[in-house]
Nanobody
Framework: VQLQAFGGGLVQAGESLRLSCIAT????????MGWHRQAPGKQRELVAN???????NYAESVKDRFTISRDNAKNTVYLQMNSLKPEDTAVYYC??????????????WGRGTQVTVSS
């Protein structure tokens, strides 16, 4: 499985961005998909994830501002980010699991897209 993320950029505080991530080379149904981020000097952290049945989970810091969704037919996951703050600045990575990844207890990762929020 290969993942490619789109939609990062430079915005001002309070503005919105929408990230997309497409999974290709898929041989087994994608189960969980998610977004993580890593700011300079910090560890990668979970932003949000979504299961194949649509169950979502968010980091406390983004609840009520970010919305994760997916299109199973397109193997695509989205992250709508509203009311962005400078502290949201990070490289955003998408992740996914299929049956094989679940059996190996690992995730597939995309290369990441930079989100920069200026104050």
């Amino acid at each position: 499985v290969q993942l490619q993320a789109f939609g990062g950029g430079l915005v001002q505080a309070g503005e919105s961005l929408r990230l997309s991530c497409i999974a290709t080379n898929v041989h087994f149904a994608i189960e969980a998909m998610g977004w993580h981020r890593q700011a300079p000097g910090k560890q990668r952290e979970l932003v949000a994830n979504i299961s194949s049945d649509g169950t979502t989970n968010y980091a406390e810091s983004v609840k009520d501002r970010f919305t994760i969704s997916r299109d199973n037919a397109k193997n695509t996951v989205y992250l709508q980010m509203n009311s962005l703050k400078p502290e949201d600045t990070a490289v955003y990575y998408c992740s996914a699991r299929d049956l094989i990844a679940t059996m190996m207890d690992k995730d597939y990762w995309g290369r990441g897209t930079q989100v920069t929020v200026s104050s």
